[in-house]
Structures are given as structure tokens and as C-alpha cells.
């Protein structure tokens, strides 16, 4: 090992193309549909997922297995990498166009970290077909947010049938529409749902679930307004007495007195977080360019090098600003580059969502803040960089959530030793 | 490839670095800061490392080559020991590194061998000027080229070990430029305050004044030779080390800290088990690992030679002032009321956090 910041070849080939995509095909569009909330832009899912699928296998935004071709030097693996770089450069383009390319999200998320090489086959395959898919993960519900384990959706088996039958409402479930409602334009995706199949085992008895789009007693009951992320649908789905197959059930189908199915779903954030926190930082990066190129634009350059005391107020909070997000940034390479050689990287994880949220909430709103009223104008996009970044420091857990995860891992306590 | 974990070289050099440090340098921090000296023992134990010998060639005396990230590295288990005794250890470190950088051929193998070859001796530099608005690029110490000679005038404050000195790397402005001079002890119109600085903080470390009255130095002295050289690389290494100590001494803030809170009772629990005290020690540590990323980064930089070193340097510079205030305000905070005692190390090393953002020049990667 070595400590080296030299970004890998197809890291950089991945991040120009997915500029002139961002720069044509999200940009020009962003602000129609961000003032047309809940209707799709197809043009750009169509175009992700013909492009991906040309690129390489078309799986969408999930880690690839990186196989080197035979013969080719060896190098280490760089997919969680690599994926971090395509969702940065997206969300610089648009973080809510990023949200609903296609693809497994974080319904694929899940399979890939909690279930079986079989089911992994059965589940992600669909992906890489002809038509553009989602998946989505729906583990919130009114009553429970970051407490996960508040969960109250349950799963019972019907032993008659071989069934789980699932009753619950979720609430902000990214992409669910697309996921399970049915589109000509899309093929058949599915939705991964938290449930409990023993209430009396508390985090012990949680498991996911994989239910099919379409599964008769499931039904996507709202679409949320937003503050920002405008493009991605936010879903909230009831189901009642919903019936899924036995073999749907990610991790032990029996619950032990330990807590590996609930680790299961943890281990999913452990992969996700730091990739919630890069998208959060292609916004930031938006917001501080723009900002940068209209202080230009009217005269003002930044003095790098000079002593603070010697800069104006402006210079010190840009040069603030670009310590923060490159910080932040290098944060997420780290926790994604532990991910791609299996280091375990919890507190790396966390860390990095936790430094991305404070970092994208405040550079947005320093930006609006500086270009006082064309900060505030809806003439220009930075407006709504204010307003889609502040979910960077919600989704995924919380700032505190995720402050709580750091802590415990560095002060070496459980979840019960601090609350 | 990006990559974030020290090579083996390097861990064993951190790793020995790290055991001095925790071993020698803290246990003696308090009293040296209290009686404002430094046990020449200990700096000697320090130097016998080799952080020094192993970044010069073998050609000029020592046994390796020179790396920002390795020495990134170093500073910060360094300093993560103690900043003055840190600091007092790798003083000969101004005087060479330059010269190892920017210096001429002549210089490298009149100079390195010297310097690296036998015990610490006191070889430093002086590039802090005594004005609030001190600018490194913009000096008001001058030097004039006179009938073949430089002739060099003003005022260096906090220039380490100045006293009996061995020869100091005096920096000027030379038309608008930053160059380093090389000063001999006895140099005519050299003259070493009497006085230490009084600090804020760093109170074990002999840092003074020194005044440049008409000093005459030849041609050959100017440092990288007759043609000079360009200082940007010099000052994004002080400000990559720079940012490097106050790495260590937030560490060491937040180590501190974070077992003073698993051991101190109240209301019932641990106080780190409240999450008003816990959140503290989490953005403490998550402020320290932003910055170490950004510190190692710009070090990879000016190793590789990357365009924008200097830039990325100063930036980590910059963050790490701000971090390290941050982070060792925050561990007096969780000691509370004896946090501000004396016995209890957080308070110095608040009190050393401060210096981040107006002493680059006290250190070279």
C-alpha cells in the first residue's frame, strides 16, 4: 500500500463523459423540471440507460465486479470508486436527475450486500435489459426514521403456501413510483421492503424483503412536494397482506437471538453513505464553480497564497469553501476505496456523510448568500442547489445519526452504551 | 490509483516516530513548558530517528530521498507527542530541506554533510517577520545586491535556536521575491535578541529575535546559487508541515479528550455517553481525518510535481489553522473546568493551536 492521489484511468474517461452529459443533458432541463414536479424526463432516462448499457453491461449505478481482462496487469479494484466519481459528476449536472437513473438504487443496493449469489442472479439481471429499470429500498415509515428498529411492518409466513405475507405503509421511499408502478417506457423493477417477521425480537427479527413490481396489495398512495430533488419521486406505499415468495427474503429466514439481519441493512449504509455523501458534494462543487465564475465575471479573482488577514471577506469564505468540499470530497474516495478493498469502513462511512452534509448545506447557502440577489434569483440554478442540498444532510441518516455512528466507533461503544 | 494507507517504509518510520513521541516527547511536554526548556537528551534521542538523514541523498551525507508524504507523516506523530519538543528536533530541518530543494550543488555538499552527518546541532531559519499583516511573499527584510555581495537589512522574529546558531537560512526580499540567504554565525551586523519571544504558546521552544544590520553575504550564499531559486516549493513544504503539527496536536487534543470522557462520571454515565459531549468528540475527529486527506494530498502533490501543489498546500495550510483551533478549543471544552488547569495538557494544546495560523515557517516537510 501507498498513499497516492492519482485518480485512476477509467475514473477520469467515466468523469468527462459524464460531464458533456451533465452539461447537455441535465443542465439545459434542470429547471423545467424542477418547476414541474412529478413529470419524468424521459429523454434523459432513456439516453443513462442506452449509455450505460453501451459503456459496460448497463447495471446501472451499482458497483460493478471489476474483473480485469486476462492477462491485463493486475490492479487493485476500484468499483464503489468509480461509482462514487458517476454520481458526483451527476449530481454536479443535477442531483435529482441523478436520483432516478436508472438502475438499481438502493433496492440493489440491498440485494447486493444482504442476498444470496442466487438471488443477486434472479434480482439485478433485469437491469441490463432492453428497458431502462429501478429498483428502490423502503425502510422508513411514519413512526420510524433513523430508528430503524421502530419498524413496524411485519412479515409472516404462510407455511400453507410458502408465502411471506407483508402489512405496513412506508413512507419516502426514493423512486418507488418508477420502481413498482407500471411504465411502457420501463421494464419490470422492484421495491425492497423492511419488515419485521418477529416484533418481539426487536433489530434481531428485521429483514428485507424483495417485492416485484405489481404484487397485488401494494400500491403507491402519494407522491411527496419537496423542497428540492424535484425530478426524483419520493413515494410513500401501503401493503396489505401483500404476498411475496419464501425465497425473497434477504439474509436468515429464522431469527437467532443475534442481530446479523438487522447488521445486514447497516452493512447496506456502510456502502451507501459515502456514495449519498459524493452526490451531496457534486452540488456543493456546482454551487462553489458558479459562484467562482460570477465573482470573475464582475472582477473579483481569488488570491490564493495571501496571508487571511490580507484577503477580502469574499476570498476567505470561497477559499473556505473550496477546503471544505475538496475535504469532503477526499473523505469519500477514502471510505469508497476501503469499500473496494474490504476494509471495514463504518466510521469512514459515516465520517464522510457526516462532513458532506455540513459541507453541501453550507457552501449552497454561502453561495446564495454572497451573490446576494442573483444568489436568490430563480434566473439562475444555485437558488435550487440551496434547496437540493440541504437532503444531503437528511437521507441515508441524518448529520446526528450518522455523528451518533462516528461516535460509537471511535469511543468503542454499543448502541446501547450510547443512545 | 488512489490509495490511503502509508507503505511499509513509511509505518515503520511513523511507528518509530510515534513511540518517541508518546514515549519521550509527551511525558517531558508539561515541565518543558513550564520551565521553558527543552532537555537537550531529549531533542538528541529525537534526532537519532533520522527524519532528516533519511530524506537526504547519500551523496550529501545521509541515506535516502526526500518525500513530502513521508514527512507528512512524521510531523504529524511528531507533534501528536509534543509541538515545542517537535519543533526543537527538526530545527536543522529549515536550514537543510531548502537546500535539498532549491540549493545549488555547491551548497548541497557544503552544507548537507554538515548538517545530517553528526549530533543535532543548531542549523535554522528565519522567515517570520514581527507585523500582523506578515506575508511570507512580501517581506519587509530586504536584500541589495552591492559590488558583488547581498547586503541584507531588517528585522526576523521567532527564529528557532538563534543563539549560537550555527548558520541561519535568512529569507529577504530581494526586488519583490522571496530568497533565502545563507548567514553565517559570525556574520557582521548579525545580532540574536538576549530576550526569548514570550508566546501565547510554544513556551519550551527557544525561538528570537534577530536583527540583519547591513549583513554581508557573497553571491555564493544566496540560496540555489548566483541564479536564485524559486521559493514557492520552499513555502508550500513549510505549510504542508505546517498543517502536518497541527494534525498531532488536535490528535492528541482528541485523545485526550475522548478518554477523559470515557473515565469521568456524571449524572450516572460516562459523559461520553451524552451525546452533547459525544457529537463533540465525533466532529473532532471527522474535522482532523478532512484535513489529514487534504495535508496528504497536497504532500502527494509537490511530490509528483502536480501544477496546482502550492495551491493545494496552502489550503491545507489554511484548514488545518482553522481545524486545529477548532478541535483543541472543543477538548478543554469536554475536560470543563479542569480542562483549564494546568495539570491537564488540552489547555497547551489550545493554546498551540493557535499558532497554526500565523507560524508556517517553524517547520519543513
Known sequence: MTIEFEAPKPVVQMQTVLQTVAENMMRPVSREFDENEHSIPWSYIEFMHTAMKSMGGGNGLTPREDKPKEGAEKRPPIGYQLLAAQIEMLAWGDVGFYLITPGGGLGGAAVQAAGTPEQRAKFLAR?????????????????????????????????????????????????GDKSFNAYEQLGK??????????????????????????????????????????????????????????????????????????????????????????????????????????????????????????????????????????????????????????KPNALESSMSKVRAGDVTTKVTQKAVEILGPLGYSREFLLEKWFRDAKITDIYEGTGQINRLVVARQILGYSGSELR | MYSFEPNEEQQMLVDAVGKYAANDLRPAAHEAEESRELPKKLIGKGWEIGLLQASTPEAYGGFGERSAVTGALAVEEMAF??????????????????ILLAGSEEQKKQYLPEVVGGDWRPYTAALIEFAFDFDANALRTSATLDGGEYVLNGEKAYVPFAKGAEAILVYANLDGQTQGFIVPKD????????????????????????????????????????????????????????????????RASLEYATNYAKERQAFGVKIAQKQAVAFMLAEMATEIEAIRLLTWEAAWKLDTGKADAATEAYLAATGAADMAMMVTDRGVQVLGGHGYIREHPVEMFMRNGRGFAMLTGLAIV
Not at chain 1, 431502462?132 to 413512526?143: D, L, N, R, S, V
Request: hydrophobic fraction near 45%.
Open chain 2, 187 to 250: 556574520a557582521a551586523g548579525l545580532t540574536v535578541s538576549e530576550e526569548r519571544e514570550k508566546l501565547l504558546g510554544l513556551n519550551a521552544l527557544p525561538l528570537y529575535r534577530v536583527k540583519l544590520d547591513g549583513v554581508k553575504v557573497p553571491v555564493s550564499n544566496r540560496l540555489g546559487g548566483e541564479a536564485g531559486h524559486d521559493f514557492e516549493p520552499i513555502l508550500a513544504s513549510m505549510r504542508v508541515a505546517s498543517a502536518s503539527a497541527a494534525l498531532g496536536v488536535a
Open chain 1, 127 to 175: 437491469f441490463a435489459e432492453e428497458k431502462p429499470t429501478y429498483a428502490a429500498m423502503c425502510m422508513t415509515e411514519a413512526g420510524a426514521g433513523s430508528d430503524t428498529s421502530a419498524i413496524r411492518t411485519k412479515a409472516v409466513l404462510d407455511e400453507s403456501t410458502n408465502e411471506w405475507v407483508i402489512n405496513g405503509e412506508k413512507i419516502f421511499v426514493t423512486g
Open chain 2, 81 to 98: 507527542g509534543d509541538l515545542a519538543g517537535a519543533y526543537a528536533v527538526m530545527t536543522p530541518s529549515l536550514f537543510a530541506t531548502p
Open chain 1, 189 to 342: 423493477g422492484f421495491i425492497v421492503v423492511w419488515a419485521s417477521i418477529d416484533p418481539t425480537a426487536g433489530r434481531a427479527g428485521m429483514r428485507a424483503f424483495v417485492v416485484e413490481s405489481g404484487t397485488p396489495g401494494v400500491k403507491v398512495t402519494k407522491l411527496e412536494h419537496k423542497m428540492g430533488i424535484r425530478a426524483s419521486d419520493t413515494a410513500a406505499i401501503s401493503l396489505v397482506d401483500a404476498r411475496v415468495p419464501f425465497d425473497h427474503i434477504l439474509g436468515s429466514p429464522t431469527v437467532e437471538k443475534t442481530t446479523t439481519g438487522f447488521k445486514g441493512a447497516m452493512a447496506t449504509f456502510d456502502a451507501t453513505r459515502p456514495l449519498v455523501a459524493a452526490s451531496g458534494i457534486g452540488v456543493a462543487r456546482a454551487a462553489l464553480e458558479f459562484l467562482k465564475e460570477k465573482l470573475a465575471e464582475n472582477g473579483v479573482q481569488i488570491r490564493y497564497g495571501l496571508p487571511r488577514n490580507k484577503l477580502t471577506s469574499v476570498e476567505r469564505d470561497v477559499i473556505d469553501m473550496e477546503i471544505m468540499v475538496k475535504s469532503a470530497w477526499l473523505m469519500v474516495l477514502k471510505a469508497v476505496w476501503m469499500a473496494d478493498n474490504k
